[in-house]
Nanobody, 119 residues
Framework: QVQLVESGGGLVQAGGSLRLSCAAS????????MGWYRQSPGKQRELVAT???????NVANSVKGRFTISRDNAKNTVYLQMNSLQPEDTAVYYC?????????????WGQGTQVTVSS
């Protein structure tokens, strides 16, 4: 089991930047994939970016070139650097950890952090 705590959300003007942090309660090297997802009111939760324990990344087309996912293994923390933010990026951003448990995947979510981009 792993606990995830997100931070770094807030209110920013369009064109601005924010960096989200996701601190895990155990070594992220033991977690197969860490990711960021977001959910806007009335919409389904969507994948933003993921990073594997080996460092491979995947970024949604909607944010490619603007958002970057990274990790600091020593701090057990995953980051989401968000640049050139737009009002459509407004959402609650969630951190997720996925681990293979031998016979099934185990997924853990953080509590979310609100990002609001004003026009």
């Amino acid at each position: 089991q792993v606990q995830l705590v997100e931070s770094g959300g807030g209110l920013v003007q369009a064109g601005g930047s924010l960096r989200l942090s996701c601190a895990a309660s155990k070594s992220i090297l033991s977690i197969d994939t860490m990711g960021w997802y977001r959910q806007s009111p009335g919409k389904q939760r969507e994948l933003v970016a993921t990073i594997t324990s080996g460092g491979s990344t995947n970024v949604a087309n909607s944010v490619k070139g603007r958002f970057t996912i990274s990790r600091d293994n020593a701090k057990n923390t995953v980051y989401l650097q968000m640049n050139s933010l737009q009002p459509e990026d407004t959402a609650v951003y969630y951190c997720k950890a996925d681990s293979w448990a031998g016979t099934r995947w185990l997924g853990y979510w953080g509590q979310g952090t609100q990002v609001t981009v004003s026009s």
